[in-house]
Nanobody, 120 residues
Framework: QRQLVESGGGSVQAGGSLRLSCKSPRMITSVFNSYYMGWYRQAPGQQRELVAVIANGGNTIYGDSAKGRFTISRENAKKMVYLQMNNLKDEDTGTYYC???????????WGEGTLVTVSS
């Protein structure tokens, strides 16, 4: 039974957009609200890297590659977190993982990932 379920990945042309979604169907809402929600990505042959993190109150942190192009958001009542990705580049290709953590970099739960492929 997975705590996090991602969706929204796919293939897109460079310059296009995708919106990733992540839900936490089994988590009690009050517990979900206590977590920092994030998105990480892993390109083939690369280490997993932070894309964006959002706190319950809405404060956000973005990795350098995401700044100005990606937007993370959350809907606590629906136990959902989103990643809007605009102006996608070839180097954004990879598997995107949803995460639940404590805000220090420690991740308690990972989703199984959703693949994003950007081609020019």
């Amino acid at each position: 039974q997975r705590q996090l379920v991602e969706s929204g990945g796919g293939s897109v042309q460079a310059g296009g957009s995708l919106r990733l979604s992540c839900k936490s169907p089994r988590m009690i809402t009050s517990v979900f609200n206590s977590y920092y929600m994030g998105w990480y990505r892993q390109a083939p042959g690369q280490q997993r890297e932070l894309v964006a993190v959002i706190a319950n109150g809405g404060n956000t942190i973005y990795g350098d590659s995401a700044k100005g192009r990606f937007t993370i958001s959350r809907e606590n009542a629906k136990k959902m977190v989103y990643l809007q990705m605009n102006n996608l580049k070839d180097e954004d290709t990879g598997t995107y993982y949803c995460s639940m953590g404590d805000g220090t970099g420690k991740v308690d739960y990972w989703g199984e990932g959703t693949l994003v492929t950007v081609s020019s």
